[in-house]
């Protein structure tokens, strides 16, 4: 499989094969620059991990499950942190813009290249919908938005993210820095009132703060432990995008330095943003005031009576579900270029503009988003819970994916096929297993939690399907791309 991986490193928009080195070791794929700053991929690996799983999901998910919430994160948690050492592991052996999809076609072949791309690809195209129909939702909390349709909103907000994308990638990577920046720094500051409401013993909507709400509400499992059990779907969610900064990485100035340090500071940021957050919700207000449809962050601040501060609060939100929408056009648009070139997507989305942008990826991905903006029209109080499942079950075949490749480079350097990377996933083989077996588990959970999620579960057959149908169609074309890719590879 090395030709092929060489071949995707290095085919131009105009087929010429040709890979240069970039400063620090960075390849630079054909027609790509390394334009993200240090700066922005750190912001990128720490905004990525928060999004509207957290500050939308999280709500309905404490009142369905009360506090066992928190342990159902920190649990999650620490399975997004494998996955991502998983992924950090493999980038360190070689980085670059097609991501797992390039390491899926090095370690696994072409089948499971194109499997694993067009997989992440539906799971995008969920995700974002799921984004976009976010943002009209939470546009519909000011007054001035409220007689606009959500599916307007919707599409409103795909133009703005379409074109930042479209521009060049470090204008990608400045709106997700910023992004990044509101917040990492929305979160930090709920996290210091959260702690001087607890100090200061401060009440909230008359309730009296501290542990005593959660033992005198039903405790940690209110509801029973088959509800918090089966909440555990819901939560994987909400670590979508971690997989983000490996994708970064051929993008990146000296990506072997910067993404460690990235990915390293993965397992701080579950705690202090995911459980941390999490905890000081149930202990600043009864688990039972939280609710559906409404950011549990806005809910709380709301309580306290501070005119404007829940607005803010939504502003906020409204900046992450943005910021998820633009990582999805983003990611896809490389990945889908690193399929075209191997013959398993479209040929269009190889095509590149001057400022290195796969324009053809991103736009193919907008305008199944088009399919959100309709979802909208028509089902409009549903939109966010249909395809939040579906990009649910699609994400964990990714990440299973990236597990299996992680496992077979480890074989190959154990066989001293190649040289394993000094960063890695720790507790290998081990870890991937159980990881592996975690997911499967939620994959059952799905089927247990009924509803949109067991749906979602139902319809994998008709996935598989599509996928067996494209790939009798695109295997001629993807063989005659790696023999013209063996061919031109160095002897």
């Not at 690996?45 to 799983?53: F, M, V």
């Not at 009209?136 to 909103?153: K, N, S």
């Not at 703005?160 to 910023?178: Q, Y």
């Not at 996290?191 to 033992?215: E, F, K, N």
Request: aromatic share 10%.
């Amino acid at each position: 499989m090395e030709h092929t991986a060489q071949a995707e490193r290095g085919v131009t928009t105009g087929g010429e094969a040709e890979a240069e080195k970039a400063e620090g070791g960075a390849i630079r794929e054909g027609g790509y620059a390394a334009g993200l700053r240090n700066r922005q991929v750190q912001m990128i690996a720490i905004g990525g991990a928060i999004g509207t799983g957290l500050f939308l999901g999280a709500g309905e998910r404490l009142h369905a499950a009360g506090p066992s919430l928190v342990v159902i994160f920190a649990i999650t948690g620490l399975f997004a942190f494998f996955i991502t050492r998983a992924m950090g592991e493999l980038v360190m052996h070689r980085p670059t813009s097609g991501s797992f999809v390039s390491y899926s076609r090095e370690f696994l072949g072409e089948k499971a290249a194109y499997t694993a791309g067009w997989v992440y690809f539906l799971h995008w195209v969920c995700s974002g919908i799921a984004e976009i129909t976010a943002v009209a939702m939470y546009l519909h909390y000011w007054a001035a938005f409220r007689d606009i349709p959500q599916w307007t909103l919707a599409l409103v907000a795909l133009l703005v993210v379409l074109g930042a994308n479209l521009i060049s990638v470090r204008w990608f990577g400045e709106f997700e820095f910023w992004f990044s920046i509101i917040k990492v720094a929305a979160i930090l500051g709920f996290l210091a009132i959260g702690c001087w409401l607890l100090a200061s013993r401060h009440p909230v909507d008359g309730h009296a703060t501290g542990p005593q709400l959660i033992t005198d509400n039903g405790g940690w499992l209110p509801n029973g432990l088959l509800p918090a059990i089966v909440l555990i779907q819901g939560v994987v969610f909400a670590y979508a995008a971690i997989e983000m900064v490996g994708i970064a990485s051929g993008e990146t100035e000296n990506p072997r330095k910067v993404i460690p340090r990235a990915i390293n500071s993965v397992s701080w940021r579950i705690v202090l943003f995911y459980v941390g957050s999490v905890l000081l919700l149930v202990l600043l207000l009864p688990w039972s005031a939280y609710k559906a449809g409404e950011s549990p962050f806005v809910t709380l601040l709301g309580k306290l009576g501070v005119p404007g501060i829940s607005g803010i609060m939504n502003f906020v939100i409204l900046t992450a579900a943005l910021s998820s929408c633009n990582s999805g056009l983003y990611s896809t648009g490389r990945v889908l270029r690193s399929m075209g070139l191997a013959g398993s997507a479209p040929r269009f989305t190889t095509k590149m503009s001057r400022k290195g942008v796969p324009y053809g990826g991103v736009l193919l991905t907008a305008t199944c988003y088009i399919a959100g903006i309709i979802l909208n029209y028509i089902v409009p109080e549903r939109a966010f819970a249909i395809v939040i499942n579906f990009s649910a079950i699609t994400m964990i075949g990714t990440w299973v994916m990236i597990m299996i490749c992680q496992m077979v480079l480890r074989r190959k350097a154990l066989r001293g096929e190649l040289e394993r990377p000094s960063f890695r996933l720790p507790g290998a083989p081990f870890t991937n297993w159980l990881t592996i077996v975690f997911l499967v588990a939620v994959v059952v959970l799905m089927i247990v939690g009924g509803g949109d999620s067991a749906i979602s579960v139902y319809c994998s057959p008709l996935i598989v399907v599509g996928l067996v149908i494209g790939w009798f169609a695109t295997r001629k074309r993807v063989a005659e791309h790696a023999k013209a890719a063996a061919s031109e590879s160095p002897s």
